[in-house]
């Protein structure tokens, strides 16, 4: 149990194009979504904190205007890299904590989405 | 500041034992969270301790201090295919991850 899905896994864009990644909880439900990403060599860096039906909170220097988040339903949340320039090129994954488990807030990751733009 | 040091790199030989730190000074303390991820890979959960004391996961242990700020992820009988990168991960008191750098872990035949 406890399965994450992202779509798509790779994408290639041109700048200036918007980009919609979709991060799906499979077999649980997920108040809560956590959209990451990494640089090459680097640890991951939160971007964001999804809830259901209730609007994102970005971390400090990330353009809420630029990344998207929108946590429709309590198994899906999606991220829109709008008007994507070259630097956004990363590897973006999300995660997900199961609600309904009492125990230690694991989040569960998704396989990650590797965005390159040209 | 909220912070996680852990070495950024480390050698090891097959079949061998290697243990790697990690240190943290965060704002509240709901747990201490080892992920091991292959380049180009998610994340992938192996330990979680929020007591003191060692936790044991078959190749894999966990260690944790929360007067020190300390906790050692332990790997044994080391095989080629635990190259990877080690990440440490504290969850504030807000239960959000702090996370570290990572150590990218080499395993030598």
């Known amino acids: 149990g406890a399965v994450v899905s992202q779509h798509p896994s790779r994408v290639i864009c041109k700048s200036g194009t918007s980009v919609k990644i979709e991060c799906r909880s499979l077999d649980f439900q997920a108040t809560t979504m956590f959209w990451y990403r990494q640089f090459p060599k680097q640890s991951l860096m939160l971007m964001a904190t999804s809830n259901e039906g209730s609007k994102a909170t970005y971390e400090q220097g990330v353009e809420k205007d630029k990344f998207l988040i929108n946590h429709a339903s309590l198994t899906l949340s999606t991220l829109t890299v709008t008007s994507a320039h070259p630097e956004d090129s990363s590897f973006y994954i999300c995660?997900?904590?199961?609600?309904?488990?009492?125990?230690?807030?694991?989040?569960?990751f998704g396989p990650g989405t590797r965005l390159t733009v040209l | 500041g909220q912070n996680i040091d852990q070495p950024t790199e480390m050698t090891a030989t097959e079949g061998a034992i290697v243990q790697i730190n990690c240190t943290y000074q965060?704002?509240?303390?709901?747990?201490l969270f080892w992920y091991q991820q292959h380049a180009g890979e998610a994340p992938t959960f192996l330990s979680y301790n929020v007591l003191d004391g060692l936790e044991e996961k078959g190749r894999f242990s966990s260690f944790l201090s929360r007067s020190k700020g300390y906790s050692y992820l332990l790997l044994k009988e080391l095989q080629m295919k635990d190259s990877a990168s080690y990440l440490c991960?504290?969850?504030?008191?807000?239960?959000?991850?702090?996370w570290g750098a990572g150590t990218k872990l080499i395993i030598k035949p």
């Open positions: 995660s997900a904590r199961d609600t309904e488990r009492g125990d230690y807030n694991e989040q569960f």
């Open positions: 991960a504290v969850m504030d008191s807000n239960y959000q991850l702090i």
């Open positions: 965060t704002s509240g303390f709901n747990g």
